[in-house]
Every structure is written in structure tokens, then in C-alpha cells.
């Protein structure tokens, strides 16, 4: 069993940065890898960032690409996403998700969340 608590959250204006962290409980953290997610009002969670378990592989949405990094420290079982320039199509509910094996964009395929940080971005 894994338990996720994402922090880091806000209110920022456009162009600014926010970097979210997400906190793992549990065993083997880096036997998992980690994604983020989100999800606007109205609209599906999409796929934002995903990690290996060693950090090795990363992969962004073509959203947030050359914006947005994830990155990990597994000596303190935490994964972080670290937002700049941001827009206020951005705004949404951001979840961390963690999955045995490879990283991925699929949601489905993530057995454990977190209960979300809100991020809004003001124009």
C-alpha cells in the first residue's frame, strides 16, 4: 500500500511558479513509478508528468513541455513538479498517482492517489 499527500498548491499570477510536492508513505518508493495528473472543472484528469522509480525517464504532456518538470528524491519518498511560466488554462485540481513498474500517461492504469492540491492561475 502506498498513501500520497500532495502539497504546494496556490493562488499565483500568469508567468509566475509554483512547485508542488507529493509525499509517499510506504515501502519501496523507488520500486514505483509516479505521475501527475489534473483536472479542470468540467473537463477529464489529463496527464501532466511521469517518472521512473530511479528517475531516470521522465515524460511531460505536450501541454506543459519546456514549463512544467517532475522530478524525484527517493531518499525522501517524494516526487515534485515544478511549474513556471504559468497560464491560467493550467488552473485544475492536481493529483500525484503511483504505479508499480514503468512510468506511463495512462490513468487507468494507476492504482494509488493522492487527494489533490489546487493550483490557480490569475491572468
Known amino acids: 500500500q502506498v498513501q500520497l499527500v500532495e502539497s504546494g498548491g496556490g493562488l499565483v499570477q500568469a508567468g509566475g511558479s509554483l512547485r508542488l510536492s507529493c509525499a509517499a508513505s510506504g515501502r519501496a518508493f523507488r520500486n514505483y513509478a509516479m505521475a501527475w495528473f489534473r483536472q479542470a472543472p468540467g473537463k477529464e484528469r489529463e496527464f501532466v508528468a511521469t517518472?521512473?522509480?530511479?528517475?531516470?525517464?521522465?515524460q511531460h504532456a505536450d501541454s506543459v513541455k519546456g514549463r512544467f518538470t517532475v522530478s524525484r528524491d527517493n531518499a525522501k519518498n517524494t516526487v515534485y513538479l515544478q511549474m513556471n511560466s504559468l497560464k491560467p488554462e493550467d488552473t485544475a485540481v492536481y493529483y500525484c498517482?503511483?504505479?508499480?513498474?514503468?512510468?506511463?500517461?495512462?490513468?487507468?492504469?494507476?492504482?494509488?492517489w493522492g487527494q489533490g492540491t489546487q493550483v490557480t492561475v490569475s491572468p
Open positions: 517518472i521512473s522509480g530511479s528517475g531516470g525517464i521522465t
Open positions: 498517482a503511483a504505479r508499480m513498474g514503468l512510468p506511463g500517461a495512462l490513468r487507468s492504469t494507476y492504482n494509488y
